[in-house]
């Protein structure tokens, strides 16, 4: 039989996980570039206006601005506030007068222009990014009082430049560590495809579905099947010691029953215009697993309703783990306990499969969950809990149709597109 084209299952587990690790690769990147943005900004701030504020505090500066003679106070206050600019690593500190006009500047043939920036209104430090003679810079701009009168103003600033300089260790961090995350994906990525080629092989992603279809529909009506022989097996053992016993009349009831109750069932998928024996088949087991564990079997199968585009073992697979889920959950809830199957033709020809159950129900909040791989409302156990619903619901979704699930009764509802004639 040939296998689907397409990548094999390892390949795809490599992919998807490869591409899940660049991915978380790049955000990790991303969010520690912004925040070292954030973090050097913050800094070149805290800097300036500290900066600013220890020039604006100094006596002398006070002095010589209160003097109003600017060559004078230019002439003192140059050469400090150029050793200022290198020890504490700005790009400009300016002293200027209560009118805004310059005493000192980085750029010595600039002093006695008017500042470019923002001068509060009030005698309030200020910071701000501004574009000046430096290009832009984040500047922090403090007043400089003399008994309670503004007498000058004290400017330093940080250009953008030195700000996206100071971020080159960091990139090179950054860049480091989104580095080893990719290799480190990429070995988990590597070992992730080794052991799903150890299970699968080359097969394709589809195949192996296939396969876990095959292994659910051969396990669900097997479990069918063995119920359906044990409770023959019972009432045939009961009927021949009642033989035995001469009462004759009890026990051909006891056959008499056992025909009627296969016969109803049976009646009901051979008056389907396009019946799926196997799923007949499944059914007829799934009635008698019901009655083995104590649970009331309903069943109502229209016979306009079209046989599905499903395959035999995807069709046995979802009805097949939609009962296995209903009687789980009805065995374990309060009496009385059933389950009901109902098979119909939708208003636009589809086949609309619905089971429901006398199970305590299934929260809200998990709606969603119990469909994905893995999840599972009971202990998890050699039967392979938390495979079921997951499976069918990636069934249905390749065939076309839909799967949704309902409360008061919980009940799990598949429509599906009816087989195209060749």
């Known amino acids: 039989m040939a296998t689907r084209a397409g990548r094999s299952a390892a390949s795809r587990v490599f992919l998807i996980v490869a591409a899940a690790v660049a991915l978380l690769a790049v955000a990790i990147a991303a969010v520690l570039l912004i925040d070292g943005h954030r973090t050097v900004r913050v800094e070149a701030e805290r800097v300036t206006r500290a900066v600013a504020e220890t020039v ?60 470019l920036g923002t001068i509060p209104n009030e005698p309030a430090p200020l910071t701000e990014e501004f574009t000046g003679t430096l290009g832009p810079s984040v500047r922090s701009i403090v007043p400089v009082e003399v008994g309670g009168a503004v007498v000058g103003w004290v400017s330093v600033g940080v250009t953008v430049g030195s700000i996206t300089a100071t971020l080159g260790p960091r990139v090179l961090l950054v860049v480091v560590i989104a580095g080893v995350l990719v290799a480190a994906g990429l070995i988990g990525a590597v070992l992730a495809r080794r052991a799903m080629r150890q299970v699968t092989g080359d097969l394709p992603a589809g195949a192996v579905r296939d396969a876990v279809s095959s292994y659910e529909s051969l396990r669900t009506l097997g479990e069918a099947l063995r119920a359906q022989t044990h409770e023959h097996g019972n009432r045939m053992h009961t ?51 019901a ?126 597109p009816p087989r195209t004639s060749a």
């Open 56 to 115: 604006a505090d100094s006596a002398q500066v006070a002095e010589l601005l209160a003097a109003g003679d600017r060559t004078a106070a230019s002439a003192d206050l140059q050469p400090q506030i150029e050793a200022i600019i290198d020890d504490a690593r700005v790009d400009f500190v300016t002293v200027m007068d209560a009118a805004g006009i310059r005493i000192t500047h980085r750029d010595r043939d600039r002093i006695g222009e008017p500042y």
């Open 291 to 416: 009655k083995e564990r104590g649970i009331r079997w309903r069943s109502r199968i229209e016979p306009n309703a079209p046989r599905s585009a499903l395959s035999p073992v995807d069709a046995v697979s979802v009805v097949g783990n939609l009962i296995d889920n209903a009687m789980d959950a009805a065995a374990a809830g309060d009496e009385p306990r059933w389950v009901e199957l109902r098979m119909t033709c939708t208003d636009e020809g589809e086949l609309e499969i619905a089971v429901a159950d006398s199970g305590r129900g299934i929260p809200p909040e998990l709606h969603r969950q119990v469909f994905e791989h893995g999840f599972s409302t009971k202990p998890a156990g050699r039967e392979g809990r938390g495979v079921g619903l997951a499976l069918v619901s990636a069934i249905v979704e390749d065939a076309g149709g839909v799967i949704t699930l309902t409360d008061a009764p919980t009940t799990f509802r598949v429509i599906l």
């Open 239 to 289: 009927a021949i010691a009642l033989l035995e016993l001469g009462r004759t009349a009890e026990a051909i009831d006891i056959l008499a029953e056992t025909s009627r109750q296969s016969q109803v069932l049976v009646d009901q998928v051979a008056a389907r215009r396009e019946g799926d024996p196997t799923v007949g088949a499944l059914l007829l087991g799934k009635a008698s697993q």
